[in-house]
């Protein structure tokens, strides 16, 4: 178990730190933006299931095989790019009647949601950053390492809930606003497609 003190050492570091911009942030903004707030939530259940595979993958030592495998850290990297890539050619090509529907959150909830878990896992920034970052706050006298990782990984996951959640309601209310005039929805469109865009450049040139 962890201690007060670290819990809530570990709970404002993870606050902020979902807080900062960052490429799941930002793809949960744009998805809220073009969609509507449910369709930001179900992105953020996805990319929370992702974090439950990176927080297992820490604690059971998988993720040192990204920190040590140029080969693994350069297919999962390049594999996530592509879907970007995928994400914003989807983007461009979309009008007014797009994605911003109502109707295209009601009929692809399970697209949404698969949309997030792929957009984490084929991150493996995400699992090194893990490897870094949890190990820090557990200490071997508090009990089995494993399960204090898998505690420090389920309270970042709430967290993210809450801070993505926050994200997907002013997004989707802004982009609500945004959608009532068609030539705002395109524009939208063209910029959710450059973010997708210019966040599969950044993923495809991180380095280890």
Request: glycine share 8%.
């Amino acid at each position: 178990m962890l201690s007060p003190d670290t819990f809530l050492l570990f709970l404002t570091a993870s606050l902020l730190l979902c807080l900062a911009p960052g490429p799941d942030n930002i793809f949960v903004l744009t998805q809220a933006m073009l969609r509507g707030t449910a369709s930001g939530i179900l992105v953020t259940l996805g990319l929370c299931t992702g974090l439950l595979v990176h927080t297992s993958a820490v604690a059971l030592g998988v993720a040192v095989i990204f920190q040590e495998s140029l080969l693994a850290f350069t297919i999962l990297k390049l594999c996530g790019a592509a879907y970007l890539l995928y994400l914003a050619w989807g983007a461009f090509r979309a009008g007014a009647s797009g994605l911003g529907t109502v109707n295209a959150v009601s009929l692809d909830k399970l697209a949404l949601y698969r949309r997030g878990i792929v957009m984490n896992i084929t991150n493996p920034k995400v699992s090194i950053f893990f490897l870094a970052f949890l190990p820090q706050f557990t200490n071997p006298a508090s009990g089995h390492l494993t399960l204090q990782l898998l505690e420090l990984g389920a309270v970042f996951i709430v967290c993210t809930l809450l801070v993505f959640g926050l994200i997907s309601v002013l997004a989707g209310k802004l982009g609500s606003w945004f959608s009532q005039s068609p030539k705002a929805e395109v524009v939208m469109n063209r910029i959710a497609g450059s973010v997708f865009a210019a966040l599969a450049v950044k993923l495809a040139l991180t380095q280890r």
